[in-house]
């Protein structure tokens, strides 16, 4: 959690630094929960473990911009974490529709000894509007030779102002593997700062089981979830 704390700290410098001759306002995100797997683009990439997040972004000349990570101690002496730069911008193509491009960039350090880190880029365009979102992506990874694209959808609805429910299902296909995901995500903000999330994940993995170094398991029809809290500056 040291590490975490190092890690956050530096971040946040390093943006803050970046956008303080712009006068942009920085928003920052601090999260910790449970999770029964930690995945990646649909595979599994740890145990059951605890993680903390921390995201801070900000708006410049009508680009978004920011850096995230997240850490997991999967270990007594070892320590998983994926730390990302995003980009992202929306264009207006008539009133209530949005088509939203974003490209990332992301390191994932592994704490699993089969798995290699590696660096993955990915971009995404979804089409954002009142009933619910499509969205397709591209997604690369240098390290894992792994390359492919996602199609998805999603539609975060407010349950009577008290709480937001957010279905989604994606698909992605990757040079070795086929991932299918129905997904389920609950939220709560309270006090206006403080969010309560959980979500359960249904995941149908397709790869050769003999050979891969991309993934912890096979998910093979299981379930998977995590919760936590999130407070947001």
Known sequence: ????????????????????????????SFEAGYTSTYLV???????????????????YYGVDVGVSGTILPVS?????SHWAFNVGK??????????????????????DPNIPNS????????????????YAKGVY???????GYGVGIERPTSVFGWFTVTPALEYIK????????????????LFEHLTVFAEATYIKNDFDVAN???ARKELDGEVVGAGGLRWTF
């Open 141 to 147: 990874d240098i390290n894992l030779e792994q390359y």
């Open 76 to 80: 007594e002496n070892l320590d998983e």
């Open 174 to 189: 990757l040079s070795d593997s086929a991932n299918a995901i129905a997904k389920i995500g609950v939220s709560k903000t």
């Open 90 to 111: 929306g264009f207006e193509v008539f009133e209530g529709v949005t088509l939203r491009t974003d490209g990332s960039v992301i390191r994932h350090q592994a704490g």
């Open 119 to 134: 660096t993955e880029a990915n971009i995404k365009v979804a089409l954002q509007n009142k009933f619910f979102t499509p």
């Open 41 to 59: 683009n649909g595979l599994s990439r740890t145990k059951a473990t605890p993680f903390a997040g921390v995201g801070l972004g900000s708006t």
């Open 1 to 28: 959690m040291n590490k975490f704390l190092k890690l956050a700290l530096l971040i946040a410098t390093l943006t803050t630094a970046a956008f303080a001759e712009t006068n942009a306002p920085v928003r920052a």
């Open 212 to 214: 891969f170094n991309f």
